[in-house]
């Protein structure tokens, strides 16, 4: 799979991402450290060839290399809001949204800027919760 994390930080969800199998895994983040960050931590975890870092914005990501398969998107609701046709756009028509960092109390207003995508899957503890999302058409099959 190929995978996009987005406000990736440190990298830890685009290495567990490649840890776990991702064949190719991009991650892209506003905080100028990522970048060093990423790529050491990459290193460290044995995964420097699977693991790049993209600089924003997402939409040029987007257009120059998705759709993605997965995207992981652990994101204030407002950022995710901000970004939420590109978030869009990033997942493949076979592809996921797991949208984490969501209060258990308000994700479904949350997630509702990223139509045409719906909710498959919802895991909720401590107060917080991810959301899995995909394309209408995806999750008829």
Do not use: F, K, M
């Not at 044995?46 to 790049?52: F, L």
């Not at 914005?57 to 993605?68: E, Q, R, S, T």
């Not at 028509?93 to 308000?106: K, M, N, Q, W």
């Not at 107060?127 to 999750?139: C, M, S």
């Amino acid at each position: 799979a190929r995978v996009l994390d987005v406000g990736c930080g440190s990298g830890v969800l685009a290495l567990a991402a490649a840890r776990l199998g991702a064949g190719a895994v991009d991650a892209t983040d506003i905080d100028p450290a990522s970048p060093a960050i990423v790529a050491a931590n990459a290193e460290r975890n044995g995964v420097a060839g699977r693991v790049s870092y993209r600089p924003g914005p997402l939409a040029p990501i987007v257009a120059d290399a998705g759709p993605y398969d997965v995207v992981l998107a652990n994101l204030l609701a407002p950022v995710i809001a901000d970004l939420a046709e590109d978030l869009a756009a990033a997942v493949a028509p076979d592809g996921a949204l797991v949208a984490s960092g969501l209060l258990a109390d308000r994700w479904e207003a949350d997630v509702a800027c990223l139509d045409p995508l719906v909710a498959t899957q919802v895991a909720e503890e401590d107060g917080w919760v991810a959301v899995v999302l995909a394309h209408p058409d995806a999750t008829a099959r």
